[in-house]
Each structure stands twice: as structure tokens, then as C-alpha cells.
């Protein structure tokens, strides 16, 4: 079924059509057999086979099972633009039941990484055809290790970025309307972080909490005390979300434990606001502890950081967009998403945005009651892909063709 994007005809969208069909091959592929981690063996030679006779310099990753591939135009000398694709899956099951649904027990790819991967295939494939006309480069990130193994980190220490001017990723959104595309500048996507609390008393009889230091009632307190600090201490403007996801004390119903466990998440979308609540996190734990005769440790595992889209580049890159899909399927987000990402790393490092793709299958009108991202239901429309493959073209050329200057 194709879908009337309301674009001009003869544009880069009707071309990215053509390989359309390839492309949910690949996707299906992937799908069938989806891979954890950094280690993509089979998702690796999927990509290089797809890849193979474009004519690409390609590097393939030491620490991980990553592919770079450069293609050069031959129109001379111009920047590098940098698009970005994952590859990995997450560890969980799937229940779909479509045709292709993964192979792999407690393996699915429910953030649609397989399409990230598959479109990228696809925008290589369609550039590689139009390499006369391009002055500059275009470099390929097929990336492992997205879900919390920081996999980017691990490319840009291998030299991903060395000589990248700008960098661009799309992400797909079941719950966002089919071949939409949706930009923010600024924070697109929240840090997250992990923290554990253990608050620690002493152990004694139930019967007699005098002559134990009791560590629940504390560990209770400060739960809610750390709702209080978010909502008393940070600005709504630049806010937190702090989630005790976890409590943990105790064996039975007469015994007062040693120990109580506390553990959540912190997400924010600036950095000063993420900082500043990490410090608030121990004053009040350690405050709360010591009122009460308990000692307490916080641990922070910090996680991604904020994802920050280039001011610039957003809004050179949304009319970019609007050049290949039309202006009335690109809209704005009108806030950040509070889940993370680790092409955060790549944008600290380098000029670029990651927008979003609509890809609400048409068995749901309203996208806000499709099963989202990490759910096991998880599905997408496979055609909206065409205009994921269009975008990634868009933004390449455009960007080449204007020798990089973004403003
Ligand atoms: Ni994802």
C-alpha cells in the first residue's frame, strides 16, 4: 500500500520509494533474528552484504560489531555529514505474532532498531547511486550497543567522528502520527541515571524497635522527601523526574532488618538540573539518615546524558525536511521525551540533531493507543520507512550542497 505523503512528485521521497522493497526485506530480516549488546555478529554481515558493491570505504569496530562506511562523492571536496543507525535489540520477549517476529527467545527488536538499520541500508544505497553530483562525504554509522551499553562511546573512541562536521539520526515513534517527522531544538531527549540508596540501622525484635535502630521508617522517609526536594527545589521550566522504581527490606514480620534498599531512576534535560539534583539527593538521604541514628550510602550510576539537538543545524535540517516530505508532515515536538540516548555522546561532540519518524501502523488512528517503543507488542508501519530513507537522503545532500554552512 502506498501512502499519499502529499509530496511533490519526481522527489527524493518517490525515489526512496523504489527501494522501499529491499529495505523491509533487510528490516525482516533483522527482525527474525534480532542481537544484544555490542556483539552483532549475524546483524554486522547482514549490513556489509547489503552494502557490498557500493563502492564504500567501510571499517568494521575492534570493541564491538559496529560498520563505518564512507562513500565520496565525485564532485570534489566538501564536509562530512554523519547519519546514524542502530542495530542492536532488547533482551525481552515478543508477542506480535507477526510472521516475522524474532527467532530469538527473550530477543525483540521493540525499539525498531531493525529499521533504523534497514532505512540507513537503504539511504547508502539510494546516495551511492547520486555520488557524481555530491561534493563531500557521507559517512555511515551502523551502531551496536544502544540500549545502555553506550555503544557510541565505544565507535567515537574508535574515531567515528574524527573529521564529521555534522551528525544526524532519526528514530522511529509508533505513537506518533505515519511519515510524520518531528524535530526539537534544543534537549529532544532526557539523562538518565540510576541510584541506589541503602539506609542502614540495626537489626533487633519487632517487638522492641527500641533497642533496634530501625531502618524502614527512614528509608520511607526519605522517599517521600525525595518527591519533595524535585518538586520544592527544581524549576518546572528545566525539570527532573525522580522515580524510587524499587524498595527492598526485610524477611518476615517480627524481625526489624539491618538494612533497607531504595533504588529509582533520574532523568532531566539539562545537564545543570541533573547535576544539581545529584548533590540534592545525598543531602537529603544523608540528612534524613543522620536524624534518625542510620548511617546511609547513595550510589549514582550515571547513564546517558541529555540529548541536545543543535539550535542551528534543527532548524536548518526541519527545512531540509520540509524540502523532501512537505511542510505539512513536519511538526515540532513541544517537549522533550524522557526517555535516553546515546547519540547524546555524539552530539556533544559534533553539530546535529536526531528527529523522529512517525511510524504508527494504520490498524491504530489514534497513535497514542499503539504499543509504544520497549513494549512487547511493539510494530510499526513498514511503509513509512520510504520516508525515513527520503529523510536521510534529504538531509545528506542538502548538507553537502551547501558545503556545510548551516545558518
Ligand atoms: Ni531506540
Known amino acids: 500500500m502506498a501512502i499519499d505523503t502529499g509530496a511533490p512528485s519526481g522527489s527524493v521521497l518517490d525515489g526512496a520509494r523504489g527501494f522501499l522493497g529491499e529495505v523491509i526485506e533487510l528490516r525482516r530480516e533483522l527482525h527474525l533474528h534480532p542481537e544484544l549488546g555490542t556483539d552483532l555478529p549475524r546483524t554486522q554481515a547482514a549490513v556489509l552484504a ?4 557500493l563502492g564504500l570505504e567501510i571499517t568494521t569496530g575492534t570493541a ?7 562513500l565520496r562523492g565525485g564532485a570534489g571536496d566538501g564536509p562530512t555529514i554523519l547519519l546514524r543507525g542502530d542495530m542492536d535489540a532488547l533482551p525481552m520477549p515478543e508477542d506480535t505474532g507477526l510472521p516475522f517476529a524474532s527467532t530469538v527467545d527473550n530477543t525483540m527488536h521493540a525499539c525498531g532498531h531493525d529499521a533504523h ?6 539511504a547508502a544505497r539510494m546516495l551511492s547511486e547520486q555520488r557524481d553530483s555530491l561534493a563531500g562525504r557521507v559517512r555511515f554509522m551502523f551502531q551496536p550497543g544502544e540500549e545502555g551499553d553506550g555503544g557510541a562511546v565505544d565507535m567515537i573512541d574508535e574515531g567515528v567522528l574524527d573529521g564529521v562536521d555534522a551528525a544526524f539520526a532519526l528514530h522511529v515513534a509508533p505513537n506518533m502520527f505515519s511519515d510524520f517527522v518531528v524535530h526539537r531544538a534544543g534537549a529532544a531527549m532526557a539523562s538518565a541515571d540510576e541510584l541506589e540508596i541503602v539506609v542502614t540501622g540495626r537489626g533487633g525484635h519487632a517487638s522492641t524497635p527500641h533497642w533496634a535502630t530501625d531502618p524502614i521508617p527512614v528509608a520511607c522517609e526519605i522517599v517521600g522527601a ?13 525539570p527532573a523526574v525522580l522515580t524510587i522504581a524499587k524498595v527492598q527490606a526485610g524477611t518476615t514480620t517480627n524481625v526489624i532488618p539491618e ?29 534524613i539518615a543522620a536524624a534518625h541514628g542510620c548511617s546511609a550510602t547513595v550510589q549514582i550510576d550515571e547513564g546517558y546524558p541529555v540529548t541536545v539537538n543543535h539550535p542551528g543545524f534543527t532548524a536548518w535540517a526541519t527545512d531540509a525536511v520540509e524540502d523532501v516530505v512537505g511542510a505539512d508532515r513536519v511538526v515540532e515536538m513541544p517537549s522533550p521525551i524522557m526517555g535516553a540516548e546515546d547519540f ?8 546535529g540533531a536526531m528527529f523522529f519518524l512517525g511510524v504508527c501502523p494504520p490498524e491504530h488512528p489514534n497513535p497514542f493507543e499503539a504499543p509504544a517503543c520497549h513494549s512487547n507488542r511493539m510494530v510499526l508501519n513498514e511503509e513509512a520507512m520510504a520516508t525515513g530513507i527520503a529523510v536521510h537522503v534529504g538531509v545528506a545532500t542538502a548538507y553537502l550542497a551547501a558545503g556545510g554552512r548551516i545558518d
Open 50 to 53: 547489503a552494502l557490498d558493491g
Open 259 to 287: 538494612s533497607a534498599t531504595i533504588a529509582g531512576t533520574l532523568r532531566a534535560v539539562s545537564e545543570s538540573t541533573r547535576h544539581a539534583v545529584w548533590g540534592r539527593i545525598r543531602q537529603v538521604v544523608d540528612g
Open 64 to 70: 564491538l560489531t559496529s560498520v563505518v562506511a564512507d
Open 117 to 122: 538499520t534497514a532505512m540507513l541500508v537503504g
Open 344 to 351: 547524546s555522546y555524539v552530539l556533544q561532540k559534533v553539530p
Open 226 to 238: 525525595l518527591q519533595s526536594m524535585v518538586t520544592r527545589t527544581v524549576n518546572v521550566f528545566d
